[in-house]
C-alpha cells in the first residue's frame, strides 16, 4: 500500500459520525482497489493517483480539507463542518442522503414533520412511534413503495417511511 492510500484512510479518522467515517473509508477502499487493478502500463503517475485519493474529502464532503494538506488555518475554517448534508451512493448504486435534524413538529400522534440542516422538510407517512431528537444524523433511502423514503438514525432500531414536502 502506498503512502497516499496510507494517508486516505487515516484521514476518515477525524470523522467522529460512523456513517461519514464509514463512507470516507469506502470511498478510500474503492480507490486502492482500483489502482491495485490497474495496469502497470497506465499513463497516471504516482502524483496523479495521490492528489485523487487524497482529493476525497474535497470532492464528497464540502469544505474539508485534504489529508496532509491542511494548515492551520484551513483546519480552523473547516471546524464543525463535517455534519453538512452530504448524498452518497451506497455499493448498489442508490443514493442516500445524510443530514442531521434541526427541528421536529408532531404533527399528529406518532407522525412527525421533520426539518434537517439543509432546509428540507420530510414527513412521517404512516403513524409509527419513533422517537427521533432534535440533533439526530438521519440517513433517508428510497424504499420500494412509490415516492416514499426509509428514515433512519444510527441512535435507534428500524425506520420509518417518509415522503419530502419541501
Given amino acids: 500500500m502506498s503512502y497516499a492510500q496510507d494517508s ?3 484521514a476518515c ?4 459520525d460512523r456513517e461519514m467515517r464509514v463512507t470516507c473509508l469506502e470511498a478510500a477502499l474503492n480507490e486502492a482497489l482500483k489502482q491495485q ?5 497506465s499513463s497516471r503517475s504516482k502524483d496523479d493517483t ?3 485519493i487524497v482529493g476525497f474529502d474535497r470532492s464528497t464532503i464540502p469544505n474539508a480539507p485534504a489529508a496532509g494538506a491542511a494548515t492551520n488555518h484551513d483546519r480552523v475554517d473547516a471546524f464543525g463542518t463535517e455534519k453538512q448534508a452530504q448524498v452518497v451512493t451506497t455499493n448498489t448504486g442508490n443514493e442516500e442522503l445524510l443530514d442531521e435534524i434541526s427541528a421536529l413538529n408532531s404533527i399528529k400522534p406518532n407522525m412527525w414533520n ?4 439543509s432546509g428540507q422538510v420530510w414527513q412521517q407517512v404512516h403513524p409509527k412511534r419513533f422517537a427521533l431528537k432534535t440533533g439526530d444524523t438521519v440517513r433517508i433511502s428510497p424504499s420500494r413503495w412509490g415516492n ?4 433512519t438514525t444510527s441512535r435507534l432500531s ?9
Avoid at 114 to 117: P, R
Avoid at 158 to 166: A, H, L, N, T
Fill in 8 to 10: 486516505a484512510f487515516l
Fill in 13 to 16: 479518522a477525524k470523522y467522529t
Fill in 37 to 41: 487493478n490497474a495496469t502497470t502500463n
Fill in 50 to 52: 495521490a492528489k485523487k
Fill in 114 to 117: 421533520i426539518t434537517l440542516n
Fill in 148 to 151: 416514499s423514503f426509509r428514515l
Fill in 158 to 166: 428500524g425506520f420509518i417511511q417518509v415522503s419530502r414536502e419541501k
